[in-house]
Nanobody, 124 residues
Framework: VQLQACGGGLVQPGGSLRLSCAVS????????VGWFRQAPGKEREFVAAIRWSGSTTSYADSVKGRFTISRDTAKNTVYLQMSVLKPEDTAVYYC??????????????????WGQGTQVTVSS
């Protein structure tokens, strides 16, 4: 499984940005796709996740109501729509895929495949 993340950039506080994660390879083996982020000097943290089949989603408390994760099965792509962005959202964002269905979606160690990161900077 390969994941390709894109869509990062510089945005002003209060602005919006949409990240994309294109998934290829043995897609049939995927249970869920998640987004994580890592700010300088901080640990990688969970942002959101979505089941590959079905529509179950989960979010970190810090992004609930501002971020929306969605999936386009025809394009094998997962999106992260980010709104009302804050400077503390600045980080490198990574998408990842996991195979095991019963492992926690918010635990980075549960993910088997990772894409390269895309930088999101929220600054005026």
């Amino acid at each position: 499984v390969q994941l390709q993340a894109c869509g990062g950039g510089l945005v002003q506080p209060g602005g919006s940005l949409r990240l994309s994660c294109a998934v290829s390879g043995s897609i049939f083996s995927i249970n869920a796709v998640g987004w994580f982020r890592q700010a300088p000097g901080k640990e990688r943290e969970f942002v959101a996740a979505i089941r590959w089949s079905g529509s179950t989603t989960s979010y970190a408390d810090s992004v609930k109501g501002r971020f929306t994760i969605s999936r386009d099965t025809a394009k094998n792509t997962v999106y992260l729509q980010m709104s009302v962005l804050k400077p503390e959202d600045t980080a490198v964002y990574y998408c990842a895929a996991k195979r095991i269905p019963y492992s926690s979606a918010s635990y980075s160690g549960a993910y088997d495949y990772w894409g390269q990161g895309t930088q999101v900077t929220v600054s005026s």
